[in-house]
């Protein structure tokens, strides 16, 4: 009896030993330490491999990545740890977990992943005690993380987030849930952020030292371009922890294209308490680029693909790309750049990647449906509204370069579509790109739009009229015409303001219906027999003349004064249409053997 009491201590000591290690090695995972972790876990299933719980971490540390979804290795490595830990263990709830994690990363059924969860619930249920019909935390969270840690859509997040806010009530002091429930929430979108920072909240209530919450809430701020909130909260990660090396990294990332020297602080200071990793490596090559330092950063790029290789390293491609372009060497620039965007995951691409392909193609005529592709790629990917509608811009601007204003107009159309405002600068560009593009349905359906959301500006107006006469290139049709009524009905509303305008119109509607008129006496079926009777055709003439007396009626209306140049101008074609409608309407009586004469002119 006395030696078991005596050997219970040690017993406890050796429990809070483990607990402590397992918690370290879940820190380094956290801070993207995953080397570390690694060793971590390691040593534990060393240790004891029937330790399924640190399996199940060994298994996590192998899927870990800095950011993005591991690779297929990474992935065939974890999941034969969690195989051979079934075989040999059982099924283990951890294991289990680990498995249904395996599944979600390898695109399986959801609910058979689902089923594998709730299998792993109810076999860590307590079923006696105090917390009889507890669900185990540590299980739950671990449901949570798998959801967090796979790309957005492949989870069932809303499911995520119920199972961890059962562990957040069965477990009162783990940050680490609500850590990922907020990321839980990003993963349904990046209009999800400010649940995500009720989250993290929820984190920091419980570890107000949680360098981790802090940084994350900074990322949510960075991603709205709120400065003020993400700097605060990087600064308060740093202090709360200054050995995470998350927020130096995101202030490196901030800085390096703009203050460079500044950048270089939080790099030396993210190279010193990060991993020793080539991933490190390669940060100070991307450094000696953003310096100026081309042929150097080119030769560190050189050798850690000599040493790594792009598939370990793939933005080593996008490095060569970027230093290329500086030197001036496009070509070269342009086959590393599409060497990256073939094979590297879409984790790895960053927003100024899209901006260089669209730099470096659009030197190339031809290639801008290539660039448009990799824009497609980053607005699919990235979560952030403003660098969504940055790459719609960006290829309405290269389309535009390219005078290719069809292409120009979809991306204009679309942009205005996901700002869900239109300014009158957008206005005037898709009425511009439409009539380019020679769409004048668009162009007058734009136009109509400008107008009323702009109706003291000249542009809609001129715009809509050029679309409606394009519509009748011949001006045979009428469309020109029949579309004219449109702005006229407009500018009838204030005919003061538009007189001229409005007599333009009138203008161009009565040239059409002379042209028609002299068409139409043309046909050998306009004829007017002896008798008076008249063909189909000249009916069509007498009611195009009596459309054109009403035209020209309207344009004396508008300068009713008759020594305006206008009103003689209408007066004197008035009267030709006149003329003519009168005599075919009623031409005289053909005397024996005289012909009847048409009038002089047409």
């Not at 961890?164 to 979108?189: C, E, R, S, V």
């Not at 920091?204 to 003020?228: C, F, H, M, T, W």
């Not at 100024?352 to 592709?373: C, H, N, W």
Request: hydrophobic share 35%; charged share 25%; net charge positive.
């Amino acid at each position: 009896m006395k030696k078991s009491l005596l050997f219970l201590p040690v017993l406890v000591l050796m429990q809070v030993t483990l607990l402590a290690q397992y918690a370290e090695g879940i820190k380094l995972l956290n801070y993207e330490k995953n080397k570390s972790a690694k060793e971590v876990f390691q040593k534990l299933v060393d240790a004891n491999p029937q330790d399924p719980q640190a399996t199940y971490w060994l298994g996590q540390a192998l899927l870990a990545t800095d950011g993005g979804e591991p690779s297929k290795d990474q992935v065939a490595a974890a999941k034969a740890l969690y195989q051979k830990g079934l075989a040999s263990i059982g099924s283990n709830p951890w294991l289990v977990v680990g498995m249904g994690h395996i599944e979600l990363l390898e695109r399986g059924d959801i609910n058979s992943v689902k089923q594998k969860f709730e299998q792993a619930i109810t076999a860590s249920t307590e079923t006696k005690g105090k917390n009889k019909g507890q669900a185990n935390a540590g299980i739950l969270n671990a449901i949570g993380r798998a959801n967090a840690k796979v790309a957005s859509g492949t989870g069932d997040n809303l499911y995520a987030i119920e199972k961890l806010n059962q562990a957040g009530q069965n477990d009162l002091t783990n940050p680490d849930i609500f850590i990922n429930k907020g990321i839980n929430y990003l993963k349904m979108g990046g209009e999800n952020g400010g649940e995500a920072v009720k989250a993290y909240q929820e984190a920091l209530a419980r570890d107000p030292k949680s360098a981790l919450a802090l940084y994350r809430i900074g990322k949510v701020y960075q991603s709205q371009n709120n400065k003020e909130l993400f700097e605060q909260n990087f600064d308060n990660a740093i202090a709360a922890d200054p050995a995470c090396p998350l927020p130096y990294f995101a202030y490196y990332l901030n800085y390096a294209n703009r203050d460079v020297n500044r950048a270089k602080e939080y790099l030396d200071k993210y190279v010193s308490t990060a991993d020793k990793d080539p991933k490190t490596d390669y940060f100070v090559a991307e450094y000696l680029f953003r310096a100026g330092k081309n042929d150097e950063s080119l030769a560190k790029v050189q050798e850690l693909e000599n040493s790594v290789g792009t598939t370990e390293l793939p933005r080593l491609n996008m490095l060569y790309a970027y230093n290329y372009d500086r030197k001036g060497d496009s070509l070269q620039a342009k086959s590393y750049l599409e060497k990256f965007f073939a094979n590297a995951p879409a984790d790895k691409i960053e927003p100024t990647d899209y901006e260089l392909a669209v730099k470096i193609l659009t030197r190339f005529p031809g290639s801008e449906m290539q660039a448009a592709s990799y824009l497609e790629k980053a607005i699919a990917s990235d979560t952030s509204r403003v660098n969504k509608q940055s790459y719609m811009q960006q290829a309405a601007d290269m389309f535009a370069k390219a005078k290719n204003p069809a292409e120009q107009l979809k991306w204009l159309k679309r942009s205005v579509e996901f700002k869900g405002t239109t300014s009158e600068a957008d206005y005037y560009k898709m009425s511009a790109a439409a009539l380019g593009a020679k769409d004048v349905a668009q162009t007058m359906e734009i136009a109509k739009n400008y107008m009323a959301a702009h109706p003291d500006k000249p542009q809609p107006y001129s715009f809509y009229r050029r679309a409606a006469i394009a519509s009748d290139p011949d001006t045979t049709s009428g469309k020109g015409v029949e579309n004219l009524q449109y702005l006229d009905s407009v500018y009838g509303l204030n005919k003061d303001k538009y007189k001229k305008e409005l007599f333009l119109n009138k203008y161009y509607t009565i040239l059409y219906y002379i042209n028609k008129q002299n068409a139409l006496k043309k046909s050998p079926d306009f004829k007017v027999k002896s008798d008076g009777t008249k063909t189909e055709i000249v009916d069509q003439f007498l009611a195009i003349c009596q459309k054109s007396l009403q035209v020209t009626d309207q344009m004396i209306e508008l300068y009713p004064d008759v020594n305006d140049d206008n009103n003689k101008f209408a007066q004197s074609v008035k009267a030709e249409i006149q003329k003519n409608y009168d005599y075919y309407s009623k031409p005289p009586v053909k005397k024996a053997n005289t012909p009847v004469a048409p009038p002089a002119k047409g």
